[in-house]
């Protein structure tokens, strides 16, 4: 049986975040990728890299899998009432419901996170919280059928987690020799738990005013979503 995978595009996302997991993912078993846009144009990453849409909010069928990139589109995507709309849709009906990096608080923004154990980029993790959530530092975090990641490359492990959860551990490690997944990173500063303290605040300084807009957006989304 054909396992749906949707795997949403937006304008500004990160392409590893999208194309790490993609690399993964369609490798599994059975598995058919639709790459999901509000119209077929190509969507421009948040570095420029331009990635061509396979399906429509309209015509994308049922996922079996939802998936969310992150990026710093993803602030207007949560003031995006047509995409928000279909993420929630999808993410009702999925049987398992995905994201990696700040895609995660666009689950949250879908309302799909509420009691849940969740990861997101470190940067942001204070933000899940906002949404209901409890943030929980580790590079993937399973909770029921809820599978999130940290930041960016955080996706490929995410991916190969998702695979072992669905086809199982032998399809996973055969996607893992396959690929030659083998990271050995030549700084080993890739997270603020091993990252000198200083390099760590020179980050949070220069994404301190991103933090602030997602917070202040956060907020008014909750509010609203109480309102209602």
């Not at 490798?27 to 570095?47: F, G, I, Y």
């Not at 994308?60 to 899998?65: G, Q, R, V």
């Not at 995409?83 to 994201?99: D, H, P, S």
């Amino acid at each position: 049986m054909t396992l749906h995978i949707a795997m949403l595009l937006y304008p500004g996302l990160t392409q590893l975040d999208l194309t790490g997991p993609y690399e993964v993912l369609s490798r599994m078993p059975d598995a058919k990728v639709h790459l999901v846009a509000k119209d077929p144009s190509p969507v421009r990453s948040d570095m420029g890299l331009t990635i061509t849409p396979t399906s429509t909010f309209g015509d994308c069928p049922a996922a079996d899998l939802l998936f969310v990139p992150g990026g710093g589109g993803q602030v207007a995507v949560m003031d995006d009432d047509e995409t928000l709309g279909f993420v929630a849709a999808q993410g009702a009906a999925a049987r398992w419901v995905t994201a990696a990096c700040t895609g995660s608080l666009i689950l949250g923004a879908a309302g799909l996170l509420a009691g849940y154990r969740a990861a997101t980029h470190w940067a942001f993790m204070p933000l899940l919280s906002m949404f209901g959530a409890t943030p929980v530092e580790e590079r993937v975090v399973i909770d029921r059928n809820r599978i999130t990641a940290g930041g960016v490359t955080a996706g490929i492990d995410f991916a190969l987690r998702t695979v072992a959860e669905i086809a199982g551990p032998s399809a996973a490690q055969r996607i893992e020799l396959f690929l030659e997944y083998d990271p050995a990173p030549p700084f080993r500063c890739g997270h603020p738990r091993i990252a000198p303290p200083e390099l760590t605040q020179s980050i949070r300084d220069e994404i301190a005013e991103r933090f602030s807009v997602r917070a202040e957006q956060i907020a008014r989304i909750t509010a609203r979503a109480n309102r209602a």
